[in-house]
């Protein structure tokens, strides 16, 4: 059971670059989101999707793209990297309901923007 | 604009002792109130949570205490461990079916011999 999985889990860019970052779940869960994490500012929401094809923004989404082709997969997409988007990346999945609160998250990828 | 605020931001606790981790919210729209341990290289995980219709909540050693007058809930880690030693994150979900579950800035937790 792999659960949320995240590619890759170092990456260096250069300003102005793009690239994306993967995230695959294989637990069959509505809710996906990506969080990024920076020291002393906790974990803030970029963009989230309650299903394929449903997306929305999070708490700071400037600069990153989202979409939602299948249930499995999430990929963010950064534009033109810009050294502020140099963070720890988190994606996170559950299930939708009322019972389902437990968010399972990936073990990150870590972004640098030179 | 930060909804959950979270203090300390350092603590050192010596084996055997009390943590607490306070957490202090201003939208009284949340409703579920969870905590998350994260271990260095690796992804937050659920660790205990509780929703504002009961003051308290224990699982094993942690506890959780709520007050919805004074909007402030804490983590109580009793007779703490080296292997507690983590960062915490409290965080706040505002209704049911809002999907958004905003994180306060984490505490990281040192448990000493």
């Known amino acids: 059971n792999a659960g949320v999985t995240q590619t890759p889990k170092f990456q260096v860019l250069k300003t102005g670059q793009s690239m994306t970052l993967q995230c695959a779940q294989d637990?069959?869960?509505?809710?996906m989101s990506w969080y990024r994490q920076d020291p002393g500012m906790g974990l803030r929401l970029i963009h989230y999707?309650?299903?394929?094809?449903?997306?929305d923004q999070g708490e700071v989404p400037n600069g990153y793209n989202v979409s939602r082709s299948t249930t499995e997969d999430f990929p963010l997409r950064l534009l033109s990297a810009a050294p502020s988007q140099t963070s720890v990346y988190f994606c996170?999945?559950?299930?939708?309901?009322?019972?389902?609160?437990?968010?399972?998250f990936g073990s990150g990828t870590q972004l640098s923007v030179l | 604009q930060q909804q959950v605020k979270q203090s300390p931001q350092s603590l050192i606790v010596q084996k055997g002792g009390i943590s607490i981790i306070n957490c202090a919210y201003e939208?009284?729209?949340?409703?579920?109130f969870p905590w998350y341990q994260q271990f260095p290289g690796k992804g937050p995980a659920l660790l205990i949570a509780?929703?504002?219709?009961?003051s308290e909540k224990k699982e094993g050693r942690f506890t959780i205490s709520f007050n919805k007058s004074a909007k402030q809930f804490s983590l109580h880690i009793m007779d703490s461990q080296p292997g507690d030693s983590a960062t915490y994150f409290c965080?706040?979900?505002?209704?049911?079916?809002?999907?958004?579950?905003?994180f306060g800035t984490g505490t990281r937790l040192t448990i000493i011999p």
């Open positions: 509780i929703r504002p219709d009961v």
């Open positions: 637990m069959n869960h509505e809710y």
């Open positions: 996170a999945s559950r299930p939708t309901g009322q019972l389902n609160e437990k968010l399972f």
């Open positions: 999707s309650v299903g394929a094809g449903i997306t």
């Open positions: 965080a706040a979900r505002r209704n049911f079916g809002n999907e958004k579950l905003t």
């Open positions: 939208n009284t729209a949340f409703d579920y």
